[in-house]
Structures are given as C-alpha cells and as structure tokens.
C-alpha cells in the first residue's frame, strides 16, 4: 500500500510524491523491458548528486549493495539532522530569552510536516519523535496518531506523551491508576494483613526490620525505623510510586491539577485517607526539585492563592516531621487561618489535613495538652494551645465533607466536647498514675511531670510510659495482676457520660481511640478494662479507623509488657471474649445480610485470620490451655468462608497436637 490515511495524516512514500514498491511492481508488471524500467526507476528516485554517479560503479565492483550504501548515507545524515534538531530544542527552551523562538519552531514544524509520513521507518522514527519532543505545541493530528498506535505510544518521549494526556485525560488516568492502586494497596494490606509477622512494618510503631520484606522499604530501611519516618525523614528519593507519578506530571501545570482533582474523588469516593498522604508526599516532592518560581506555576490556579496554600501545608510538614505543634508554628498557623484568604483555601487545606500521620499527630498532640491542662489546673477551654490543635484536628477528621461540599467555612468545635468531654477524658488520662502507683506525693508529682513527653509520639511514633521498662520487668516475675482491677463507680459514672459523645463527634471518638491505644502502650490495665468495650468510630470515618484501630490493637498485643497479661484469664476474657469476638460476630451478621458492607471494610475473614494468628503466637507459651481450647471452639469458621480460612483453623488447631502427645 503506497499511502496511509489516518485522519487528515497521510502515511508513507506516496505522502512526500516519492515512489515506492508498489510503483515499481505496476511498472513491472506493465512494461516491455524489465531492465529497463529497473533502470528508469533507479534514475528518478537516486541521490540526485552529479559527482556520486561515476562512483556507484565502483561500489558495484567492490560488491557494496546500494541499498547498503542508501543506508549509511541515511544514517549519517540523520546523526546530523539529530545534532541541529537538539540545537534548535536547546533554542526553544529558553523561551522569551531566545530571539529565533518562533523562527526556530517554525523550522521544526516544517521539518515534522515533511517527515512525519515516514514514522514508520525504523531509522527514522527516533528522528521524528525527537523533533515532537522538542516542539512546545505539536500538531493535534499527529498526536493523536502516535495515541492511537499502541508501538509508538509506547516509545514515545514522556515529553511528547504529556502533550497527548493534555489533551486526552482519560489517556493520561489509565498511566495514573495504576500507580495510585500500588501505592494505597500497600497501605491498605499492612492494615489488613493477617500475618503478624508484618507487625515489624507499623505506621506509628517501631519497627522490626529482621523480616521486612515490602518493596518500599527494601532500600535505605536501616536509615528509618517506622514507616512514618521513611516516608518523611528519610531520602524520599526512595520512594518509586512518587518519583513515577511527578515524572509523568512534569512540570505540566494542567496535569499537575488533573491529578490532584483525580486524587481529591477518590479520596471522597473510596474513603481511603492514604491518597491525602500520596497528594502530599507529591507536592513535597516538587517543593524540593522546583524554584519557588516553578512550583508556584506548577500549582498554582486561579481560583486559590497558591502562596498561601503552600505556607500551610509547609508548616503542616514541619510539625508533621517533628511530630508535635510548637507555639512558634501554632502561631504562624494560626495566623493563615484566622486570615480571610483561608476560606479560599480551606478545601485544599483540608485535604492536607486529611493525611493519616497529620490525624494521628493531632490526636497524640490533643492528649498531650489535655494532660498539661491537668498538670497545671487548668480548665481545656481556658487553654488555648488545645484550642487550636483541636481546630485543626476537626477540620482534618470533616475533610471528606469540607472537600465535598467546597464549603468555606470551617466546622465549629462542639461545646460539649470542651466543657464536659475533656474534663472527663482527663480522668482516664491521669487515673494510670493513681492506680498504677502506691508511693509518695513526691514520686507522683515526678511522674505527673513527665508524661507530656511520653504521651507525644516519639521518634518511632510509641507512646512509653517512662516507668513502663519497669511494669514489663514486674510483671514477667510475677503471675499475679499489676493492678486492682476494680471499676469504681466513679469511673463507670464518668464513662457514661463519655460514652453519650463517642460515636456521633468525630473528635470525641477519634479521641477515645487514641486514649484506649495508651492504655496499652501505658499498661493501664483498669482504665482498659473500662474503655476498651466502650469503643466506637467515627460515623464519617469509621472504615479507615476501625482497620486503623485493629491494625494498631494487634500489634500492640504483641510487645513484651502487653503479651505477658494474656497469663491472665481477665486479660483473656477483655481481649477475646468483650472484643474480639463480638466484633467478628457482627462482621459475620453484615456479611450474611449484606448491610452496610463495602469492599473496602475490614471484612468478617480477615478479623478471623488475625484473630488464628494472634492465638498462635500467644499459645502455649502465654495463653492457657483450657482458654486455647475454649477459643478454639468460639472462633471455628462458618461454612460460607472461604476454604482458605479453612485451612488456617485446621493449623491452629493443630497446635494441640504437640500438647495432647505429651499429656498422652
């Protein structure tokens, strides 16, 4: 076929009224003298050079073929075009600055016009899209050619493909997804995996980097020991997904936004908070390859003062990075927010906000004020400080409903939250103290003083008691409980009215959370006891923190201070029998009646998977056999589950094994 058309885009030799093939077969075919002809059509469409005709008989003579000889001079021609066409992109690039920027793109595009046709010459193809790479504007017609033809598309320079995404944002989605996908599946299997190996990879805790084996973490993980400070101290230089999604953004300002808008719905569609977290690890990944001058028209818009927007979530990822709000930040903060610009950005604010590191330093920051509140007498809604955080903390946990409905005003703190629900959340948090310890005044008062810094997260996201090496010490030379464990009436007065704000204030519930997690980490058993069945998530929220919650409730589990109580059968019966296993038979009645069950919820198999692995790390060695076999028998699978899950029974059952034969 001597012409392609596609569109108004003519294909092949027949486009530039040069013969090909096909002219010389109908000559052939229609002719006296096939020499002849042969000759006639190697005369018309040689190099037209006088001088080279006495010479072809001499490469004749030496046996060089001339389509041998026609291919060298081709390709010594092209490495020269290639020379002057990287002269003139060198040109093009500086823009204003450069006086021959239209002549010199004028050149370009006559040199595309005129060589486009043979794209599909293998010697010339790099030629051609060397010439598009370099064109700021290509022709639509030919981009859409190369999107249309899977090989080209696929060699292409990301240069050239960005023209194409620009203009086609379903092209540039079907790069995007992907990445999206890997990256918040990544997230989402550490949330839900049933090994507890993987406790070793935790978000806020420490971890173990003996059995690491997730690609994210495989380079530079002994620089970093949580997953929050890989991602955010550590060389972001790591982190693939990143690096993949800015490299096809470029400096692209229209694909920059696309992304960030793709990111926003599903962010308020699948209600997984790690898309916040991916937004900004991208920008901060532009912040630190960009000028100022850049990043600015990379983000900006024009409907948010991008100045403005940037100064913020900069200060979110100073706090973030020192996990705690310093007076110097809050301050500066503080005075965005107050400004009226920040209605215009409070959207974009919120979905900074949204980012799971920033809840959970919110939160821990939250418990810490509301303990120096205590220390130092003084009301929560007297202390400005706790104000302040809370703020943010109630824009961060409404985020989905901020960005849904582009609101520009910022959601008023209840004032049932400051005036009942933290004045009574500060009994729990100073009660381990009380319980825990029988010395002097003096001694508490030491304590008091330092439990600001051990309810911050630390370095590796813990929150350690200072005495807590001790209670782990105590408590492996002891088979009797550390504490009393007595619920006074106080205390169960107290939780009731705590109880009635849990569940329906996003605050209050994320709150309770976070104190029930400190319970552990403090080993204030009593003030678990009490709280622990009392749980309930955030309405808007609660798919991402109850696989939060559970992520975090199993690991914790699993320390050295925590495990040793499982001796115990009240430890037991609280962990098993009040928690656990309510919560897997209400998984299993929503799955049965399909109410209320999403793909994305932490599903009635997975809970029982955890659960046959928690029992097999804590049996026989800590767990009791008569408590094993008691379990045993209540967490049995139904006959809808999958055979997998089947399997997984018959090997925890087959822990028995070992111990039958010995009694035997």
């Known amino acids: 076929m001597s012409n392609v058309e596609n569109g108004s885009v003519r294909i092949g030799l027949d486009a530039l009224n040069i013969q090909d093939s096909n002219h010389l077969k109908y000559a052939l075919l229609n002719c006296e003298d096939p020499l002849k002809s042969i000759s006639e059509f190697q005369e018309e469409n040689s190099i037209s050079l006088p001088s080279l005709k006495p010479a072809l008989n001499l490469l004749d003579l030496h046996g060089i073929k001339r389509v041998d000889f026609h291919a060298s001079i081709a390709d010594e021609l092209k490495d020269h075009l290639i020379k002057k066409v990287e002269e003139l992109s060198a040109s093009i690039k500086l823009k204003e600055s450069s006086p021959t920027y239209e002549e010199d793109c004028g050149k370009l595009e006559d040199l595309l016009e005129k060589s486009f046709p043979l794209i599909f010459n293998s010697r010339l193809t790099p030629l051609i899209l060397l010439i598009m790479k370099s064109l700021p504007n290509v022709n639509q017609n030919y981009l859409d050619f190369i999107q249309s033809n899977e090989k080209l598309y696929s060699i292409a320079p990301i240069e050239l493909k960005r023209q194409i995404w620009t203009n086609n944002p379903n092209v540039f989605m079907n790069e995007l997804q992907p990445l999206f996908d890997k990256f918040t599946q990544y997230f989402d299997e550490i949330l839900t995996s049933s090994d507890l190996n993987a406790s070793g990879i935790s978000f806020f805790t420490a971890l173990n980097h003996v059995n690491i084996d997730m690609p994210i973490l495989k380079e530079n993980l002994l620089l970093s020991?949580?997953?929050?400070?890989?991602?955010?101290?550590?060389?972001?230089?790591?982190?693939?997904?990143?690096?993949?999604?800015?490299?096809?953004?470029?400096?692209?300002?229209?694909?920059?936004?696309l992304t960030v808008k793709t990111l926003t719905d599903l962010f308020i569609k699948s209600h997984n908070w790690f898309y916040a977290t991916l937004k900004s690890l991208i920008v901060n990944k532009f912040h630190e390859s960009l000028s100022h001058e850049n990043l600015l028209n990379l983000i900006g818009s024009a409907d948010v003062p991008t100045e403005l927007i940037l100064k913020f979530g900069n200060l979110v990822h100073i706090c973030l990075k020192e996990r705690k709000i310093e007076a110097k930040r809050a301050k500066e903060l503080e005075s965005i927010m107050e400004s009226k610009k920040f209605e215009r950005i409070l959207p974009e604010a919120a979905f900074l906000l949204a980012d799971p590191f920033v809840v959970d330093m919110l939160a821990r920051n939250s418990l810490s004020l509301l303990n120096k509140c205590v220390q130092n007498e003084l009301l929560p809604r007297n202390c400005t400080e706790l104000i302040f955080v809370l703020r943010l903390l109630s824009v961060s946990l409404l985020s989905r409903d901020i960005i849904n409905s582009q609101t520009n005003k910022e959601p008023k703190i209840d004032s049932a939250l400051i005036t009942e629900y933290l004045p009574n959340l500060a009994y729990f948090i100073t009660d381990f103290y009380e319980k825990l310890y029988d010395d002097s005044v003096g001694t508490l008062s030491n304590q008091a003083q330092s439990i600001t810094s051990t309810l911050l997260s630390s370095s590796t996201g813990m929150i350690t008691s200072p005495a807590a090496g001790n209670v782990a010490s105590n408590s492996s030379k002891t088979?009797?409980?550390?504490?009393?464990?007595?619920?006074?009436?106080?205390?169960?007065?107290?939780?009731?009215?705590?109880?009635?704000?849990?569940?329906?204030?996003?605050?209050?519930?994320?709150?309770?959370?976070?104190?029930?997690?400190?319970?552990?980490?403090?080993?204030d058993w009593v003030n678990l006891k009490a709280l622990l069945p009392s749980i309930k998530y955030p309405t808007n929220n609660s798919v991402y923190f109850e696989k939060l919650f559970i992520y975090q409730f199993l690991i914790i589990l699993l320390e050295k201070s925590v495990i040793e109580q499982f001796k115990h059968d009240w430890f037991v019966q609280l962990i098993f029998d009040d928690f656990l296993i309510v919560i897997m038979r209400i998984k299993d009645e929503q799955a049965q009646l399909q109410e209320n069950y999403q793909k994305s919820d932490l599903s009635s198999e997975m809970l029982y998977e955890q659960t046959y692995k928690l029992m097999e790390k804590i049996f026989p060695n800590y767990l009791s056999l008569n408590n094993f076999n008691r379990l045993v028998e209540i967490v049995k699978p139904k006959k809808n589950h999958a055979n997998t899950l089947q399997i997984a029974y018959s090997k925890l059952k087959s822990k028995l094994d070992p111990v039958n034969e010995m009694q035997l």
């Open 225 to 257: 020991n949580t997953v929050y400070t890989y991602l955010f101290k550590s060389n972001k230089k790591q982190i693939p997904v990143v690096n993949e999604i800015c490299k096809l953004i470029g400096t692209s300002s229209s694909l920059y936004q």
């Open 479 to 523: 088979t009797s409980p550390p504490i009393v464990l007595k619920i006074s009436t106080k205390k169960l007065e107290i939780l009731s009215s705590v109880k009635s704000l849990i569940g329906e204030n996003e605050i209050c519930s994320a709150l309770f959370l976070y104190l029930v997690i400190g319970c552990f980490e403090l080993n």
